[in-house]
């Protein structure tokens, strides 16, 4: 049978390898924080509204709002930029989105966050 090894970790009620994606991503975190934008798009890959960006790792939403909201812009800017033909790809409408996000944190900040893009389709 196979057995794993290397350095294991109690986790919650779970064991878990310390070098494992899990533990990879909150390592992560704690030195770059964290991003997330939702994206509502219709079926054409149109905006259906502002797209909504939080980052509670990285900045108080009601101290930094003008910050978000000039950052939720550049993720609009972005999807708007994209050729309608792309806008179908969910796959590349989600990169083109993480892209736009990470480049705000980074021009606002000097951080390179986890991105967690949250799209949906109505």
């Known amino acids: 049978e196979r057995i794993e090894i290397g350095a294991f970790g109690l986790d919650g ?3 878990t390898p310390l070098d494992g994606n899990v533990l990879r991503a909150r390592n992560r975190i704690r030195f ?5 934008v939702s994206v509502v798009v219709d079926g054409k890959g ?5 797209p909504r960006v939080s980052a509670p790792t ?14 939720a812009d550049q ?3 972005a999807v708007e930029g994209l050729p309608k033909a792309s806008r179908a790809d969910d796959g590349l ?5 993480r892209t736009a996000l990470r ?7 000097g951080k390179r966050p986890l991105t967690v893009v949250h799209l949906l389709r109505v």
């Open 75 to 77: 993720v609009a800017d």
């Open 103 to 109: 480049r705000g944190f980074r021009e606002l900040l």
């Open 13 to 15: 009620g779970r064991i």
């Open 93 to 97: 409408l989600q990169e083109v989105v």
């Open 58 to 71: 990285l900045l108080d939403d009601e101290e930094h709002a003008d910050d978000l909201a000039d950052i």
């Open 46 to 50: 149109r905006l259906v509204a502002d």
């Open 32 to 36: 770059e924080g964290e991003a997330v």
